[in-house]
């Protein structure tokens, strides 16, 4: 996926200029990603999002990668994927 969208165009160097969305796209994909449970509320902090438990199902190992993950979040994913 595009970063800054679903979509992309391509740009007449050969390149792909990424698309934005308007903002009704972006709340509908949102609330999308909430219902099959790819992103979740945070509910410590209004208006805030998390990982949801589908994405820690079907992506460990994608998460598992980012350098940024901090170790006790690593270590839960990797007990649950032994």
Same mark, same amino acid.
Do not use: K, N
């Given at each position: 996926?595009?970063? /800054? /969208?679903?979509?992309a =165009?391509?740009?007449?160097? %050969? /390149?792909?200029?990424?698309?934005?969305?308007?903002v009704?796209?972006? &709340?509908?994909?949102?609330?999308?990603?909430?219902?099959d449970g $790819?992103l979740?509320e +945070?509910p410590?902090? #209004? %208006?805030? +999002?998390?990982? %949801?438990?589908?994405t820690l199902l079907?992506?460990?190992? $994608?998460?598992?990668?980012?350098? &940024?993950l #901090? &170790? =006790? =979040?690593?270590?839960?994913?990797?007990?649950?994927?032994?």
């Amino acid at each position: 996926m595009p970063l /800054g /969208g679903f979509g992309a =165009t391509q740009a007449s160097q %050969g /390149g792909t200029v990424p698309q934005r969305l308007a903002v009704g796209e972006r &709340e509908a994909s949102l609330q999308r990603f909430l219902e099959d449970g $790819w992103l979740a509320e +945070f509910p410590q902090v #209004p %208006g805030s +999002f998390t990982l %949801g438990v589908r994405t820690l199902l079907e992506l460990p190992g $994608w998460i598992l990668e980012a350098e &940024e993950l #901090p &170790e =006790t =979040t690593r270590q839960v994913l990797e007990r649950c994927r032994a």
